[in-house]
Each structure stands twice: as structure tokens, then as C-alpha cells.
């Protein structure tokens, strides 16, 4: 399969401070990358996502920063809220055309109220 | 909001008995996945369905496992014979389009768990 990884297993951080949640991807073909947040009990639910023609896009309080040269990935949560507490997984598309996902191992982001 | 319903929300079963996972996906999708994520482990990818066939399917997918589109909202896995390492929370998800750059919608999940 590929390898898609995460640096760091967890995260804590206070409420109200940015998070960074990073991703480290071994296919260089991948095209497209998706960030999902899963909480407990849950599917994984979309976040943003961005295609490998653009290195930043930014939604509302997140921003994906892509750096190709380096097939590094990262999420950005402004004014971290304790809703934001979840597990967080980058996924890519492996370029080939088709259309199932490979999901990293996933970061748990805890936020301290 | 439209979304990805699965049922039934956990599956409890004996090794070697059949159990068949339900979803119904996003009314005007038309790509479907089966995934799964046994506990703590990634989520990984079992198959996708489009135009009533499968598409792509991984390793995992197995003689044991198959799909189907039984009417015009389900969209069934079922696992012929469950082994005990079939425990795990399985997936459904759809999209819209028929692309490899479209977001997936996920559903909450079925855990199964084979005694």
C-alpha cells in the first residue's frame, strides 16, 4: 500500500491556539490529498482537501499547506475550540486514476479548555 | 444535510456465519466505497462500485467478500463466511462524480465483531 504517515501520533494544545497537524507522503504521483477528522464513534467526516496543481487552500479556520518538493502535507486549525478535539487522518489519491483513497495512520488532537 | 447512512450501527457474529452490511448513499452519487479500520489501525480501502460493477478493489477484498446494488438507494458488503480478523468498523461512502479528485462522504460506520 502507500505510505501515507503522520509525524506525531498526538496533539495537545490549548484552546483558543492555532494546531498544525502534519503528513508525510511517500507517492509522488498523488494528485490529491484530503484532510478528515474523525470523532469517536464516527466516520471520518471531510475537512478540506486540495489538488497538487496548488500549495495552499484555506477554508474556514483551516488551511492545507502542501509542499510537493518535499511530499510533506499539513493542516492548520485557527482558534483551536474543544470541538476540535478528534482524530485527524490525511488521505491521498495515488495518482493512477483511480479513485479509492490511502489514509495516513491519523494524529489525535486533544484541545485543553 | 444529505449523508451516509449504514446499518446496523454494530454486528455481533459467529466465526463462519454470513452477515451482510447495509448503506444507503448521498441520493445523487454515483461512486461507492467499502472501507474498513480494525481498532487503531488506518482506515483502508475494500472496493468501489460504480455503474452497478465493481471498479477497483484491494487485496483485501477477497473471494470472501462481494457487493451489490440491490435496488435503487442500498448498497450492500456482504462477508461470506466471517473470520475471526474480519472484527473491524467498516465504512461506506459515496460521491458524487465519477473523478479521482472527489471528496468522499463517509457514514458512521458498522462494527463488526466475529466471536
Known amino acids: 500500500g502507500e505510505n501515507v504517515g503522520l509525524h506525531l501520533p498526538t496533539l495537545s494544545v490549548q484552546e483558543g491556539d492555532n494546531s498544525i497537524i502534519n503528513c508525510a507522503y511517500s507517492n509522488s504521483a498523488s494528485d490529491y490529498f484530503i484532510w478528515y477528522k474523525q470523532e469517536s464513534g464516527k466516520g471520518p467526516q471531510f475537512i478540506i482537501d486540495i489538488r497538487s496543481n496548488m500549495d495552499k487552500r484555506q477554508g474556514q479556520r483551516v488551511t492545507v499547506l502542501l509542499n510537493k518538493t518535499v511530499k510533506h502535507l499539513s493542516l492548520q486549525i485557527a482558534a483551536t475550540q474543544p470541538g476540535d478535539s478528534a482524530v485527524y487522518f490525511c488521505a491521498e489519491n495515488n495518482g493512477t486514476g483511480a479513485n479509492n483513497l490511502f489514509f495516513g495512520t491519523g494524529t489525535r488532537l486533544t484541545v485543553i479548555p | 444535510e444529505p449523508e451516509v447512512t449504514q446499518t446496523p450501527s454494530h454486528q455481533v457474529t459467529q466465526m463462519g456465519q454470513e452477515v451482510i452490511l447495509r448503506c444507503v448513499p448521498i441520493?445523487?452519487?454515483?461512486?461507492f466505497y467499502w472501507y474498513r479500520q480494525i481498532l487503531g489501525q488506518k482506515v483502508e480501502f475494500l472496493v468501489s462500485f460504480y455503474n452497478n460493477e465493481i471498479s477497483e478493489k484491494s487485496e483485501i477484498f477477497d473471494d470472501q467478500f462481494s457487493v451489490e446494488r440491490p435496488d435503487g438507494s442500498n448498497f450492500t458488503l456482504k462477508i461470506r463466511s466471517t473470520k475471526l480478523e474480519d472484527s473491524a468498523m467498516y465504512f461506506c461512502a459515496s460521491s458524487e462524480l465519477a473523478s479521482t479528485n472527489e471528496k468522499l462522504f463517509f457514514g458512521s460506520g458498522t462494527q463488526l465483531s466475529v466471536l
Open positions: 441520493s445523487n452519487h454515483l461512486y
